[in-house]
Nanobody, 122 residues
């Protein structure tokens, strides 16, 4: 019964920045690991980043390491994905997910947002 609502997607030029937000309701947000995944047309959904419940530890896919940063504000029941130096290959629908494990595997997440479109193009 956890509901996740994403926002912040849109069109951005290569090299630009964008911040995605995911607001949670209906559960104990501070008990969940929160993951970000993305899916481009014709591709499988892939792991982007994950943050543990306390926010102290994070992990990133190699393709985004050094450019993306995940953070959370447990008082606001919200997780963020700050994306910088964006590339055309970052174009995808981005999803947030809540789960009981700190993991890059989507099968271990129980709740998913609806997704938000990010398009990187000149």
């Amino acid at each position: 019964q956890v509901h996740l609502v994403e926002s912040g997607g849109g069109l951005v030029q290569p090299g630009g920045s964008l911040r995605l937000s995911c607001a949670a309701s209906g559960g104990t947000f501070s008990s969940y690991a929160m993951g970000w995944f993305r899916q481009a047309p014709g591709n499988a959904r892939e792991f982007v980043a994950v943050i543990i419940p306390s926010g102290v530890t994070t992990q990133y896919a190699d393709s985004v390491k050094g450019r993306f940063a995940v953070s959370r504000d447990n008082a606001k029941n919200t997780v963020y994905l700050q994306m910088s130096r964006l590339k055309p290959e970052d174009t995808a629908v981005y999803y947030c997910a809540a789960g009981g494990a700190y993991s890059p595997y989507e099968t271990l997440y129980d709740y998913w947002g609806q997704g938000t479109q990010v398009t990187v193009s000149s």
